[in-house]
């Protein structure tokens, strides 16, 4: 399957499932409620409150959690300045946003500055949770997995997935571990990293592989992932993979992701750096790609992208 096939899992006993804590920060009591109660769906999450910025930082100083969710708009401490004291103080913590009508310049510039990842106000309810969770996953480290891979000085290998979302969790913290090992990106860059790949892996499944459309999300009615779990069994997408190639070294990482879809065309795709287009579906996940990448190029084709990382402050 691989030319650097992943560690084969270990077999351990059973343990409780581990609790993570929120610190959902916004100056609206309501909306912070709604926010809380919208993660709290979910058994595995906890939330604590910050009224504000400057409250949200020493709440984190005493006992850190897993994420911080923030409003952008809030008096005094704004959520971009929130997003840099923390990448300053707590390199690793991931920030997600919260981003409403007349906020996206600012979404974009916090994306830019260390934000992890963002949500609309107006999605929250379908959204959140299932961000979250793919920033806890992005934001996990295995210890064991870095001590192995202390050793290495440059890495290259090619992979060949079917089409299953399980498989990407995984891989991409084994390339998160590479990239930090190798002095590519810091703690506080290494969660970005994470969901950038994870972004790309699952565009190329979805969106080329098995031919998704971002709009079926939207409507909530579970179309898109009943689509998703037929078409990974019926022919022509059953036969599809996706291709992976990565290359690691000191002086920057490229991860080459193709699927065997037929393509889009590249030049008619709302450019998602633009605020206007901040909360279109269809662009969400480049947006993201971009914002944490230092490179990001496709193919005349449009069926394979190429993300370039290198170490804070080196030359293109």
Known sequence: ????????????????????????????????RLAGRVLEKDPALRVEYANDGDEALAAI?????AAVVTDLEMPGMSGLDLVRAVREAHPGLPVILM?????????????????????????????????????????????????????????????ELENDPALVPPLVEYLQGHVSQLGVCGPSDRVRVGV?????????????????????RQDGSGTFERLAAERRFRAPYAARRLHVAVTVSTAEA???????????????????????????????????IRAFMDDVRHNATGNEITLVKRPEGAAA
């Open 99 to 159: 981003t409403g009508g007349g906020s996206e310049d600012t979404a974009v510039e916090a994306l830019r500055a260390g934000a992890a990842n963002y949500v609309a106000k107006k999605n929250l309810a379908q959204d959140l949770v299932t961000t979250v969770e793919h920033v806890l996953a992005a934001a996990r480290v295995d210890r064991r997995q870095q001590r192995l891979l202390g050793s290495l000085t440059h890495v290259e290998c090619r992979l």
């Open 1 to 32: 399957m691989t030319a650097c096939d992943l560690p084969p899992d270990q077999a351990q006993p059973a343990a409780a499932a581990e609790t993570h804590t929120i610190l959902v920060v916004d100056d609206s009591p309501v909306a912070r």
């Open 61 to 65: 100083a005493e006992r850190r959690p």
């Open 196 to 216: 950038a790949l994870e972004e790309a892996l699952l565009n190329g499944l979805y969106h080329g592989n098995l031919e998704l459309s971002s709009d079926l």
């Open 254 to 288: 490229v991860f080459v992701i193709r699927d065997e879809g037929p393509g889009f065309d590249v030049s008619k795709v709302p450019d998602p750096t633009d605020p206007e287009n901040l909360e279109k579906a269809s662009g969400r996940g480049l947006l993201l």
